[in-house]
Protein backbone atom coordinates (compact mmCIF):
# COMPACT_ATOMS: atom_id res chain seq x y z
CA UNK A 1 0.00 0.00 0.00
CA UNK A 2 0.75 3.15 -0.71
CA UNK A 3 1.83 6.40 2.12
CA UNK A 4 0.58 8.69 -0.37
CA UNK A 5 -2.08 11.58 0.48
CA UNK A 6 -5.28 12.29 -1.47
CA UNK A 7 -7.60 14.90 -1.36
CA UNK A 8 -11.06 16.09 -1.16
CA UNK A 9 -12.64 19.25 -1.84
CA UNK A 10 -14.65 20.40 1.19
CA UNK A 11 -15.98 23.79 0.95
CA UNK A 12 -16.69 26.45 -1.26
CA UNK A 13 -13.77 28.23 0.42
CA UNK A 14 -11.13 25.62 -1.36
CA UNK A 15 -10.44 23.72 1.98
CA UNK A 16 -9.69 20.26 1.52
CA UNK A 17 -9.65 17.44 3.12
CA UNK A 18 -7.07 14.43 3.35
CA UNK A 19 -6.55 11.33 3.88
CA UNK A 20 -4.46 8.33 3.18
CA UNK A 21 -4.27 6.76 -0.24
CA UNK A 22 -4.19 3.55 1.08
CA UNK A 23 -7.56 3.31 1.80
CA UNK A 24 -8.47 3.62 -2.06
CA UNK A 25 -6.29 0.77 -2.47
CA UNK A 26 -7.75 -1.63 0.26
CA UNK A 27 -11.76 0.02 -1.18
CA UNK A 28 -10.53 -1.39 -4.14
CA UNK A 29 -8.49 -4.16 -3.52
CA UNK A 30 -11.10 -5.31 -0.48
CA UNK A 31 -14.79 -4.17 -2.80
CA UNK A 32 -15.73 -2.50 0.45
CA UNK A 33 -16.93 1.06 1.11
CA UNK A 34 -14.35 3.07 3.91
CA UNK A 35 -15.99 5.73 5.86
CA UNK A 36 -14.17 8.53 7.95
CA UNK A 37 -15.33 11.58 9.69
CA UNK A 38 -12.79 14.80 9.24
CA UNK A 39 -13.27 18.74 10.05
CA UNK A 40 -12.65 21.54 7.63
CA UNK A 41 -10.83 24.33 8.51
CA UNK A 42 -14.18 26.34 8.40
CA UNK A 43 -15.27 23.90 11.46
CA UNK A 44 -17.66 21.53 9.78
CA UNK A 45 -17.43 18.05 10.22
CA UNK A 46 -17.54 15.89 6.60
CA UNK A 47 -18.67 12.43 6.57
CA UNK A 48 -16.17 11.23 3.90
CA UNK A 49 -16.79 7.54 1.93
CA UNK A 50 -14.47 5.79 -0.13
CA UNK A 51 -16.00 3.28 -2.55
CA UNK A 52 -14.33 0.54 -4.70
CA UNK A 53 -14.21 1.92 -7.98
CA UNK A 54 -15.24 5.56 -7.28
CA UNK A 55 -13.27 7.10 -4.70
CA UNK A 56 -13.73 9.58 -2.16
CA UNK A 57 -17.55 11.57 -1.46
CA UNK A 58 -18.80 13.43 0.89
CA UNK A 59 -21.71 11.68 2.00
CA UNK A 60 -22.39 14.01 5.02
CA UNK A 61 -21.92 17.18 6.35
CA UNK A 62 -22.67 18.75 9.86
CA UNK A 63 -21.14 19.41 13.12
CA UNK A 64 -19.38 17.18 15.51
CA UNK A 65 -23.06 14.51 15.79
CA UNK A 66 -21.17 12.77 12.49
CA UNK A 67 -18.47 11.91 14.81
CA UNK A 68 -20.53 10.62 17.32
CA UNK A 69 -22.83 9.53 14.67
CA UNK A 70 -20.24 7.40 13.44
CA UNK A 71 -18.78 6.09 16.71
CA UNK A 72 -22.35 4.59 17.35
CA UNK A 73 -22.06 2.22 14.65
CA UNK A 74 -21.42 -1.30 15.08
CA UNK A 75 -19.23 -1.36 12.03
CA UNK A 76 -15.58 -3.02 11.97
CA UNK A 77 -13.36 -0.20 13.13
CA UNK A 78 -9.42 0.05 11.26
CA UNK A 79 -6.59 2.22 11.64
CA UNK A 80 -4.25 2.70 9.14
CA UNK A 81 -0.76 3.21 10.31
CA UNK A 82 1.67 5.12 7.90
CA UNK A 83 5.70 3.97 7.37
CA UNK A 84 6.08 7.72 9.94
CA UNK A 85 3.90 6.30 12.63
CA UNK A 86 1.29 8.45 11.72
CA UNK A 87 -2.18 7.41 12.39
CA UNK A 88 -5.62 7.46 10.68
CA UNK A 89 -9.09 6.02 12.05
CA UNK A 90 -11.87 5.07 9.77
CA UNK A 91 -14.62 2.16 9.31
CA UNK A 92 -15.61 -0.71 6.96
CA UNK A 93 -18.91 0.02 6.17
CA UNK A 94 -20.58 -3.67 6.01
CA UNK A 95 -23.65 -2.46 3.12
CA UNK A 96 -23.48 0.81 1.02
CA UNK A 97 -27.60 0.67 2.27
CA UNK A 98 -26.37 1.41 5.38
CA UNK A 99 -25.19 4.68 4.62
CA UNK A 100 -28.48 5.68 2.29
CA UNK A 101 -30.63 4.34 5.37
CA UNK A 102 -28.99 6.66 7.64
CA UNK A 103 -29.37 10.04 6.03
CA UNK A 104 -32.88 9.46 4.35
Known amino acids: MSDGVRTLRACNEG ?3 RYPEA ?10 DLAFC ?3 PCRTVYLVVISPGE ?3 VAAV ?3 Q ?6 EQDWP ?9 SMFLYRMVPS ?3 LILAFE
Open 38 to 40: SYC
Open 62 to 64: GGP
Open 77 to 85: RSTYVGHDG
Open 55 to 57: GAR
Open 23 to 32: LDDRANVEEV
Open 15 to 17: HVL
Open 96 to 98: PLD
Open 66 to 71: LFEWLE
